[in-house]
């Protein structure tokens, strides 16, 4: 059984993960956006529907764990029995209740709905190493492109 202990820290690494990963996507998104898409494009068309929902899922935690009216917890121990429940990778995304979009503009539900629809398709249920192995996945091959299209334009400036 997990320690109250474990449960914080894992909490808090996986709070901070999103926090960084949803900062990475968001430069990206706006700095390199052909880059991004062209990245996003190459992919297996089975992929991309994967990359954009966990992403989009990932955003929704981020949104929620900034809100402390909303704030729930996201994670779990992993349900298996015997399972390492100190490994943070192993822990499990839970499904969490529909949103009460009431105190939200009108402008801005429809946007935060979708959000929480793709974290319900690509996060619930599955691990926390699976959902950040393929965000890490894209974003490390799209960071890795802007770096490379950063040094071409400034040796090409030089």
Do not use: H
């Amino acid at each position: 059984m997990s320690q109250p202990a474990d449960r914080a820290a894992a909490l808090t690494a996986v709070t901070e993960a999103v926090w960084w990963v949803t900062i990475i996507d968001a430069r990206l998104v706006r700095q390199y956006t052909d880059l991004y898409d062209g990245v996003l494009a190459a992919r297996v068309a089975v992929q991309r529907p994967a990359i954009e929902g966990t992403l989009a899922g990932l955003r929704f935690v981020r949104n929620m764990m900034s809100d402390q009216a909303a704030r729930v917890d996201f994670i779990g121990p992993p349900a298996c029995p015997g399972a390492d429940d100190g490994v943070v990778a192993a822990w499990m995304w839970k499904r969490v209740p529909e949103l009460a979009l009431g105190p939200l503009p009108a402008r801005v539900r429809p946007w935060e709905m979708t959000r929480y629809r793709a974290y319900t398709a690509w996060l619930a249920d599955r691990t926390v190493g699976e959902v950040f192995g393929r965000a890490a996945a894209f974003l490390d091959l799209a960071a890795s492109r802007a770096v490379s299209a950063t040094d071409t334009g400034f040796l090409a400036n030089w």
